[in-house]
């Protein structure tokens, strides 16, 4: 069952990838408001200055690491250095994505495929071992991994990135799985469409006023944070707001 929002996250430490802007940037801001202290990854400086800028204006804090998710060797220093100077992880959140390009799967250049396999599937990948350690000495461990719709419709066009996220949420039910005796809850999260520029590039003729702000869907994905949920290896619906359970194809 869902939060229903009324938990305060004090003295926990979050990190969130892609925190720059969109909904990483959004979802950031909604931690810290809940007095969690924020590790925000992402590769644009000025994206994290004015978050940092944000959250230490509503009375948060935020630490910030400027990262190319690309650079591997990086994101596994990472843990190393949360180990060394907080002990423990509390959330993490696995937002950073790379859309590629929207076009038949043989059209697609080996340089952007890599790249988006890369940034998709290969740094989650590299987040989950250098963080798994930390989270597991968490009282309660939450790890949210940002999927799409695409995962499951095998929608045409979409190929490389719809096999990255389906990628992503196997790596993230493996996980829960293999965590089950533990404290560590671990989720995946179908946003829907929202007002991001990733949606504008996916869907130039669209009209962003049709779509739910990234700050408003921020604030519902903030809810699988709760230290009180017990729901792991699960999908959260935005739009739906619920948790789904995954089934065998029929």
């Given at each position: 069952m869902i939060s229903d929002g009324s938990f305060r996250l004090d003295g926990k430490l979050a990190l969130v990838t892609g925190a720059s802007r969109g909904?990483?940037?959004?979802?950031?801001?909604?931690?810290?408001t809940r007095g969690a202290h924020v590790i925000a990854v992402a590769r644009t400086v000025g994206g994290l200055e004015d978050l940092d800028d944000e959250i230490k204006a509503a009375g948060g804090t935020a630490t910030l690491v400027p990262l190319d998710l690309t650079d591997m060797p990086a994101i596994d220093r990472l843990g190393g250095s949360i180990h060394e100077r907080w002990g423990k992880l509390d959330i993490m959140v696995a937002n950073a994505g790379f859309l590629g390009t929207i076009s038949p799967i043989g059209h697609v250049e080996a340089k952007v495929f890599d790249k988006l396999?890369?940034?998709?599937?290969?740094?989650?990948?590299?987040?989950?071992?250098?963080?798994d350690p930390l989270l597991k000495l968490s009282d309660a461990g939450r790890a949210i991994f940002l999927s799409s719709g695409v995962a499951h419709t095998a929608r045409a066009y979409w190929g490389p990135y719809a096999a990255s996220k389906a990628a992503v949420?196997?790596?993230?039910?493996?996980?829960?799985e293999e965590s089950r005796q533990t404290r560590l809850r671990i989720n995946s999260v179908n946003p829907g469409a929202t007002r991001t520029a990733m949606r504008a590039q996916a869907m130039p003729g669209e009209d962003p006023e049709t779509l739910p702000t990234p700050a408003e869907v921020a604030t519902k994905i903030a809810l699988l944070c709760d230290p009180a949920l017990d729901a792991t290896g699960k999908l959260y619906d935005v739009r739906a707001g619920k948790l789904l359970s995954y089934n065998e194809p029929n």
């Amino acid at each position: 069952m869902i939060s229903d929002g009324s938990f305060r996250l004090d003295g926990k430490l979050a990190l969130v990838t892609g925190a720059s802007r969109g909904i990483g940037y959004f979802l950031s801001k909604e931690l810290a408001t809940r007095g969690a202290h924020v590790i925000a990854v992402a590769r644009t400086v000025g994206g994290l200055e004015d978050l940092d800028d944000e959250i230490k204006a509503a009375g948060g804090t935020a630490t910030l690491v400027p990262l190319d998710l690309t650079d591997m060797p990086a994101i596994d220093r990472l843990g190393g250095s949360i180990h060394e100077r907080w002990g423990k992880l509390d959330i993490m959140v696995a937002n950073a994505g790379f859309l590629g390009t929207i076009s038949p799967i043989g059209h697609v250049e080996a340089k952007v495929f890599d790249k988006l396999m890369a940034i998709n599937v290969s740094s989650v990948w590299r987040l989950i071992r250098t963080t798994d350690p930390l989270l597991k000495l968490s009282d309660a461990g939450r790890a949210i991994f940002l999927s799409s719709g695409v995962a499951h419709t095998a929608r045409a066009y979409w190929g490389p990135y719809a096999a990255s996220k389906a990628a992503v949420e196997v790596m993230a039910r493996t996980w829960a799985e293999e965590s089950r005796q533990t404290r560590l809850r671990i989720n995946s999260v179908n946003p829907g469409a929202t007002r991001t520029a990733m949606r504008a590039q996916a869907m130039p003729g669209e009209d962003p006023e049709t779509l739910p702000t990234p700050a408003e869907v921020a604030t519902k994905i903030a809810l699988l944070c709760d230290p009180a949920l017990d729901a792991t290896g699960k999908l959260y619906d935005v739009r739906a707001g619920k948790l789904l359970s995954y089934n065998e194809p029929n």
